[in-house]
């Protein structure tokens, strides 16, 4: 049960894109189309952004949008913006009803 | 809408002992698995536990199995965590969140989550 591996942070100026990277095993991300990212502001709850992958849930700007090659999924936030400014993390199922987290990444809008 | 209310936590001795509960509403609670998650200060989600539908099956990370109890009372639509035996590394928020999956579902991810509870363990 290892954490996902993201970078500690990104940064990006308002209108441009990023992505952020969530590396697992064969295990986990590898093996089930279960990724999903959350998006938390100082001192709230973290928010659902992306689930199985690549939807979105209802509400969420179609500026988020998730993908998953090999082990490796990704998040990519185009059209910065200013409010997007948070930690994400990314979470997989790893089997037998247990999950795991990502680390974590700080999105700084420049 | 769903809407999860945490309740329980505190300040606790380590080696003490503390029951969380998670109000559920606005949707049929007996019907969803219920996960909870913890985040220490300052630091990342991590996933504590897990409970299907109607109680049979639970599951939780390695780090707090034989300490940590999940359960739920669909009468009373409230999910459970009993931490017993809290170590300092314990001290987090925990909250409770939604599990999408339907009932013959193995769980699919935390969806809805409540605001949280803060659970600090010092002596």
């Known amino acids: 049960q290892s954490a996902l591996t993201q970078p500690a942070s990104v940064s990006g100026s308002p209108g441009q894109s990023i992505t952020i990277s969530c590396t697992g095993t064969?295990?986990?991300?590898?093996?089930?189309?279960?990724v999903s990212w959350y998006q938390q502001h100082p001192g709230k709850a973290p928010k659902l952004m992306i689930y199985?992958?690549?939807k979105r849930p209802s509400g969420v700007s179609n500026r988020f949008s998730g993908s998953k090659s090999g082990n490796t999924a990704s998040l990519t936030i185009s059209g910065l913006q200013a409010e997007d400014e948070a930690d994400y993390y990314c979470?997989?199922?790893?089997?037998?009803?247990?999950?795991?987290f990502g680390g974590g990444t700080k999105l700084t809008v420049l | 809408q769903v809407q999860l209310v945490e309740s329980g936590g505190g300040v606790v001795q380590p080696g003490g002992s503390l029951r969380l509960s998670c109000a559920a509403s606005?949707?049929?609670?007996?019907?969803?698995?219920m996960h909870w998650v913890r985040q220490a200060p300052g630091k990342g989600l991590e996933w504590v536990a897990f409970?299907?539908?109607?109680?049979?099956?639970?599951y939780s990370v390695d780090s707090v199995k034989g300490r940590f109890a999940i359960s739920r009372d669909n009468s009373k639509n409230t999910l459970y965590l009993q931490l017993n035996s809290l170590r300092l590394e314990d001290t987090a928020v925990y909250y409770c969140?939604?599990?999408?999956?339907?009932?013959?579902?193995?769980?699919?991810?935390?969806?809805?989550w409540g605001q949280g509870t803060l659970v600090i363990v010092s002596s």
């Open positions: 606005g949707f049929i609670f007996s019907s969803y698995g």
């Open positions: 199985e992958v690549s």
């Open positions: 064969s295990s986990d991300v590898g093996n089930y189309n279960l």
């Open positions: 409970i299907r539908f109607d109680g049979t099956d639970i």
């Open positions: 969140a939604k599990d999408p999956g339907s009932r013959d579902s193995s769980g699919y991810y935390p969806g809805d």
């Open positions: 979470c997989s199922y790893a089997g037998s009803s247990t999950w795991v």
